[in-house]
């Protein structure tokens, strides 16, 4: 098989939401398309990927580095030993070629975008959804059949007042989801704590109701914040401060009972494996958010499980971060312990297929081939309109 064309373009998702340390005023995202010279059912392959929200678009270290990487391949470097079909890990190591180690920084995101891509290709290729592909090639052969996935939301918007939020997570309530995720941080402790009193009020169980500070706290602000939460005993606190502060992390874990929850912006398996080591993270109740879109895909995603099950911790303590159907697909595959979904904010990204509501809090996975973007009439319009 061969690639026969890729598009790229960028997309905007912009809005006036915020959370306690970015706007998403001029937020965007890349979009990309990889064509191949395969027919399955009369149609040409077509992969699709994108990035996760909170990072803006790739475009320039896809057009300048990593796709040109892909497009100037032996085709026969790109494949697997069969040649009928793309290997990613062969990919992944094209497009790493003459990269140093280290600074992962952004370039982990433009090759999670094509990563996703090529999973969606070599899914469709064998005609499997991506989650069955995963559990008979890395797992069990048996897929979760449905995902815990929880509603994302709760963000600072002008003019939102207490009222505001208890509608928001009234609407997923009544959409399908059981548990909720709103921020915190934006404003002073006394308010935020009002705000989630609020949102229990209408989520009832606290362990329901997660917060996320998007790690802008300082260690004396997440002591302070931890003390004033652990009487409700949330789902978890996430992401109290800077993502590679492991050393706050261990203090919170030291101060603080409940469960917390990071990894969102660790995009390498070094890093998870220093999270691990350093950071006083609890397997028995501690969640890791690592977000295969973000981290140079499922790839290195595999790597970070590999890295989990060396110092003891179960898939099922992981819920990546992104609320994408790539990561829902991951989860369903690997036996994940969930996924985030945003079922109002960031669309047409957010949110799974149409064939599949949210029920119970859970969530079938679509029965098409590949990650299942074809099942998604809104996503599609977009990639077909884009690129």
């Not at 990593?66 to 009928?84: H, I, K, M, Q, Y």
């Not at 409700?232 to 009972?257: N, T």
């Not at 098409?368 to 996503?379: A, H, R, S």
Request: proline content about 6%; overall charge negative; glycine content about 10%.
């Amino acid at each position: 098989m061969k690639i026969t064309d890729i598009r790229e373009a960028r997309v905007s998702i912009a809005s006036d939401i915020a959370n306690a340390y970015i706007s998403f005023a001029k937020m965007d995202v890349s979009v990309l398309a990889i064509h191949t010279d395969v027919m399955v059912d009369g149609r040409p392959v077509v992969g699709y990927g994108f990035n996760s929200n909170g990072r803006y678009a790739q475009s320039g270290l896809l057009r300048e580095r990593f796709l040109p990487r892909l497009r100037e391949a032996d085709p026969a470097s790109l494949v697997d030993d069969t040649g009928n079909n793309l290997d990613p890990f062969r990919v992944w190591d094209i497009l790493m070629a003459n990269e140093k180690p280290g600074g992962h920084g952004e370039r982990s995101v433009a090759v999670g975008i094509i990563d996703m891509a090529i999973w969606d290709i070599v899914a469709k290729v064998e005609r499997q959804s991506l989650a069955q592909l995963l559990a008979d090639r890395f797992g069990d052969g048996e897929p979760d059949p449905q995902v815990s996935v929880y509603a994302a939301g709760g963000y600072y918007h002008p003019g939102k007042e207490i009222r505001g939020l208890q509608d928001e997570m009234q609407d997923y309530l009544t959409m399908g989801y059981t548990a909720t995720k709103m921020k915190i941080g934006g404003v002073p402790l006394e308010d935020d704590l009002r705000r989630i009193e609020a949102a229990l009020d209408v989520v009832g169980d606290p362990r329901c109701l997660a917060v996320d500070a998007n790690g802008r706290f300082d260690l004396k602000t997440t002591l302070a914040f931890a003390e004033g939460m652990a009487p409700y005993g949330l789902r978890w606190f996430e992401e109290a401060g800077d993502p590679l502060d492991y050393a706050l992390q261990l203090q919170l874990s030291e101060h603080y009972a409940p469960p917390s929850a990071t990894g969102e912006n660790l995009f390498s398996h070094q890093d998870v494996r220093n999270l691990l080591r350093y950071a006083g993270m609890r397997s028995d109740r501690d969640v890791l958010q690592m977000d295969p879109a973000l981290s140079y895909g499922l790839v290195e995603y595999l790597r970070m499980l590999d890295v989990l099950k060396a110092h003891g911790w179960s898939p099922r303590q992981c819920i990546p971060h992104g609320g994408h159907q790539f990561a829902l697909g991951i989860a369903a595959g690997l036996k994940l312990g969930g996924n985030e979904s945003y079922p109002r904010v960031f669309a047409p990204f957010g949110g799974f297929a149409d064939s599949t509501p949210i029920e119970q809090g859970r969530v079938a996975i679509p029965r098409v081939p590949g990650i299942g973007f074809e099942d998604k009439q809104e996503l599609m319009a977009l990639f077909n309109e884009s690129l």
